[in-house]
């Protein structure tokens, strides 16, 4: 008996033409096999020539990493496909809206807290805040892990944008 390959999380980038409907074909590639999407985001990326790039986090173990890969090539309008986690070095990072109502020991907890993670302050109330948190998905959630004892109400996230180290271009 043959043990399987563990799952693990991987980060792709699809370069595909702007049109209607690409974002679309790609999510329906997922759903009709059954595979998860973690995180998804898209952006125009060169105007001039209509490319977008969409950022796909999923779970899975390395033949089915390579089949999604595979069907996502396939796509008409698919320029490229790079699968950043087994490519190299690259940068990922994930911007939250952290909403946390408190008062007095608590608020300033919060607001320390805010400064250790370099959170930005963008919206005060008399008794609430409503924080702007970047880097890497670990420190977004230790932060909203540490907000939750300290009057956590709402939470608006991105989900992961990445892009290779270096001088390259996806």
Do not use: H, P, S
């Given at each position: 008996m043959s043990a399987t390959a563990p799952a693990s999380s991987h980060t792709i980038s699809?370069?595909?033409?702007n049109e209607p409907g690409i974002l679309a074909r790609v999510v329906g590639l997922f759903t009709g096999r059954g595979y998860n999407i973690e995180s998804l985001t898209v952006a125009e990326t060169n105007a001039a020539e209509k490319l977008s790039r969409i950022t796909i986090v999923t779970t899975g173990t390395p033949m089915v990493i390579e089949q999604i890969k595979a069907q996502l090539d396939r796509l008409v309008p698919v320029h490229r496909v790079h699968d950043l986690?087994?490519?190299g070095a690259h940068?990922?990072?994930?911007?939250a809206l952290v909403?946390?109502?408190s008062s007095g020991e608590k608020r300033v907890e919060a607001l320390r807290l805010a400064d250790v993670f370099r959170a930005k302050v963008i919206d005060a109330k008399t008794d609430s805040f409503?924080?702007?948190v970047t880097g890497t998905t670990d420190k977004v959630d230790s932060f909203i892990g540490l907000m939750s004892a300290?009057?956590?109400v709402d939470i608006g996230r991105t989900g992961i944008v990445a892009m290779t180290r270096g001088g390259e271009s996806l």
């Open positions: 699809v370069l595909v033409d986690t087994l490519e940068i990922e990072r994930e911007l909403k946390v109502r409503v924080f702007e300290l009057g956590l």
